[in-house]
């Protein structure tokens, strides 16, 4: 694996990272294995899980991290990527970037000497996806479950599609109609799918896809850039909220997961978030871990 813009980098690297991240959690790998590398962080977007959880993973591995916003680079006064990804790659060791566009962090490594991670863009979200197949390998012991994915078929559920594909997982995206995922991952999802064994679908019946549910997982229903949408998305989405009711029409023992921000009672119900079926906070924590880990698989 060269670079991560999307779970299809990683496809052959899957179990080797989730391996690598709970060697790192346990403390069994507990080197300095990236002293004097840097790791540069660009946004274009806020960031609360995604800069913090590079910040100190970098840090803890013994290297050092910059945070760079694209209101402070000569990219936010219009340099082009090339420029930009050809300099910073005489300067650092690899690039993190959480981008407004996709076709944004292509072109970065297009241009780049160096390795590139997908922050986050508004097709996929591979740094969540690691954290959250750690998270679901920690409680439930095992990827032989079913996933139900609630409301909007975003950049999260995409990268999530071909992350449960890759390791077998059954996955259903419960969302009405104009709100699937993308089309060409979903495919490819499918695909990989037929591999390992798994099942992906798309159910527009809420209360039918969490049927024998292991995992119900949700984001915002307005994510960054789709706030001129926001009442319509509300409205559209009501019926897509996780709350007791769905929840007891999942598995006894199911978990909960939600990749935050979170807006309380929209999306999901604050009784359920903090519920001891909940598995937010352990995700949340799991960012750092499958950070330092890929960081590791690019840069050792």
Known sequence: MENLLSMTDAKDEVQ???DI???LKSGEIN?????????????EKSST????????????????ALYLSSNDLQIGRGEPIPDTARVLSRFLDCIMIRAKSHKTVEELIK??????????TDKEHPCQTFADLLTIKEHLGDFNKKLVFVGDG??????LLLGAAYTGMDMTVACPKGYEPDEEIFALAQEEAKKTGSKINIESDVHKAVEDADVLYTDVWVSMGDEEEAEERKRILKEYQINSQLLSEANENAIVMHCLPAIRDEEITDEVMTSSQSAIWDQAENRLHAQKAI???LLK
């Open 31 to 43: 080197d300095k294995a990236l002293t004097d590398k840097y790791l540069g962080m660009v946004f």
């Open 154 to 159: 975003n950049n999260v559920c995409n990268s």
């Open 295 to 297: 960081l590791y698989l």
């Open 49 to 64: 899980r995604t800069r913090v959880s590079f910040e100190v993973g970098m840090q803890q591995l013994g290297g050092k």
């Open 111 to 120: 241009y780049s000497d160096i390795p590139i991670i997908n922050g986050l």
């Open 16 to 18: 080797n990272i989730l």
């Open 21 to 23: 991240a709970s060697k």
